[in-house]
């Protein structure tokens, strides 16, 4: 089954600790991107990635990192977490223009 | 800025009427993205229209786009209760087509039985 898969799904930390969120898809798409989504605020792209060691910033790329070692992965990292990244964050991959989403890792940062 | 803006933020209706949400958007585009999502899960790609298209059909979607006037809207005929979601549009409007996607805050949707 093609699907796309976050860890963890849920995440409670503290200011400063680093964490990362991993992404992995099955598709063998090229491209993969990460989301953050807060209300009244829709979806923002944070990173997005067309191939395996090529990333690219999106809108709100501040306080993260990402990496693209290899085409099925796409970590995000969050170096030292602040309390503005609580967010529900979703990994995506495309292809042919259409983006299939992973089920969403609510993280929250105290 | 939020590239797509829908319109309105929440509609209610009931099942058996039509429901239509609006999208606008400020840049040139490659194509507009139509997606669904279910209280905190992930978006479901719904239907594409390319820049080119003017009206384009999937089952009991509907969606149009007026290039000239930089909008969209999706209808969605005989509502049923299952249909109840956010919807959101979103613009390809990156160098290469499917590298950027721009969404909009979405449209709830209920639709009581």
């Known amino acids: 089954e093609a699907q796309v898969t976050q860890n963890p799904r849920y995440l409670i930390t503290v200011t400063g600790k680093k964490l990362t969120v991993t992404c992995s898809q099955n598709?063998?798409?090229?491209?993969m991107s990460w989301y953050r989504q807060d209300p009244g605020l829709g979806l923002r792209q944070i990173y997005y990635s067309m191939n395996v060691e090529v990333t690219d910033k999106g809108d709100v790329p501040e306080g993260y990192k990402v990496s693209r070692k290899e085409k099925r992965n796409f970590p995000l990292i969050l170096e030292s977490p602040s309390p503005n990244q609580t967010s529900l964050y979703f990994c995506a991959t495309a292809a042919y223009n259409e983006q299939f989403f992973g089920p969403g890792t609510r993280l929250t940062v105290l | 800025s939020q590239q797509g803006e829908e319109d309105p933020q929440a509609l209610s209706i009931q099942e058996g009427e039509n429901a239509t949400m609006n999208c606008s958007y400020k840049t040139s585009i490659n194509n507009l993205q139509w997606y669904r999502q279910n209280s905190g899960r992930g978006l479901v790609h719904l239907i594409l229209?390319?820049?080119?298209?003017r009206e384009k059909h999937s089952g009991r979607l509907r969606v149009t786009l007026d290039t000239s006037k930089k909008s969209s809207s999706l209808l969605i005929t005989a509502s049923r209760a299952a249909d109840t979601a956010s919807y959101f549009c979103a613009t390809d409007a990156g160098e290469t087509s499917g590298s950027r996607l721009t969404f909009g805050e979405g449209t709830q949707l209920t639709v009581n039985p």
């Open positions: 229209i390319r820049s080119n298209e």
């Open positions: 598709m063998n798409h090229e491209y």
